[in-house]
């Protein structure tokens, strides 16, 4: 089982990379790039956005349920979501350093340029992310059939757990994407900059 976990895992972020790859491989021009960024900064700077942000700041861990399914879950969400907020401080700071401004406008070129490498790693770590969301959303159905069966002592507490897991992997998904989507236009801004 563990094998082919590892094996899924290994095939998912293959293919990630290999779609990231192509995308750069299209050598968008730089025109091109800053639109898409324009579009990525509205996306970032949207009320949508800032209604997940704020969420994400709110939510509380549940206490412990005594349903291991619905505990474990919890926990990895808990976990994914820390992941989502430091992901969220890293992209906005690589966004400074690559593009010379932040996402609200403000000229910075004091800031050493990231290398390529670095935001390749932190492409990478997203969509490990990604893939940690995914998984975790597909073990939702089994913790909630297990909340059914809980002792009527335990289902109150393994119900607010469940909902908290379905909550953070509600918001923490949309959050990757964005900054995937930011991350790989950084990569290709770099690229077409270094071509130059």
Same mark, same amino acid.
């Given at each position: 089982m563990l094998k082919k976990m590892f094996y899924s895992t290994a095939i998912c972020l293959g293919l990630v990379f290999t779609m990231s790859q192509n995308?750069?491989?299209?050598?968008?021009? @730089? +025109?091109?790039?800053?639109?898409?960024?324009?579009?990525?900064? #509205?996306?970032? @700077?949207?009320?949508?956005?800032?209604?997940?942000?704020?969420?994400?700041? @709110?939510l509380e861990p549940p206490k412990t349920s005594g349903v291991? #399914?619905?505990?474990?879950?919890? %926990?990895? $969400?808990?976990?994914?979501?820390? $992941?989502?907020?430091? /992901?969220?401080?890293q992209v906005p700071e690589m966004y400074k350093r690559t593009i010379g401004e932040t996402? +609200? &406008?403000v000229t910075d070129v004091t800031v050493k340029k990231p290398t390529k490498e670095e935001l390749a790693?932190?492409?990478? %770590? /997203?969509? %490990?992310?990604?893939?940690?969301?995914?998984?975790? #959303?597909? #073990?939702v159905a089994g913790a909630s059939a297990d909340v059914k069966s809980a002792s009527p002592m335990q289902a109150p507490k393994a119900t607010k757990a469940l909902n908290y897991s379905? +909550?953070?992997?509600?918001?923490? &998904?949309?959050?990757?994407?964005?900054?995937?989507k930011v991350i790989n236009n950084l990569i290709a801004t770099l690229k077409s900059s270094n071509n130059n």
């Open positions: 995308c750069f491989a299209q050598d968008k021009t @730089k +025109d091109e790039l800053k639109a898409e960024r324009d579009v990525l900064k #509205s996306e970032m @700077k949207s009320e949508e956005a800032k209604e997940r942000e704020a969420k994400i700041a @709110k291991s #399914s619905v505990d474990a879950l919890a %926990t990895n $969400s808990f976990i994914l979501l820390t $992941s989502t907020k430091d /992901i969220n401080t996402v +609200d &406008g790693s932190l492409a990478l %770590t /997203i969509a %490990t992310q990604i893939k940690a969301v995914a998984d975790a #959303s597909a #073990s379905k +909550d953070a992997l509600a918001l923490a &998904g949309p959050e990757l994407q964005m900054n995937l």
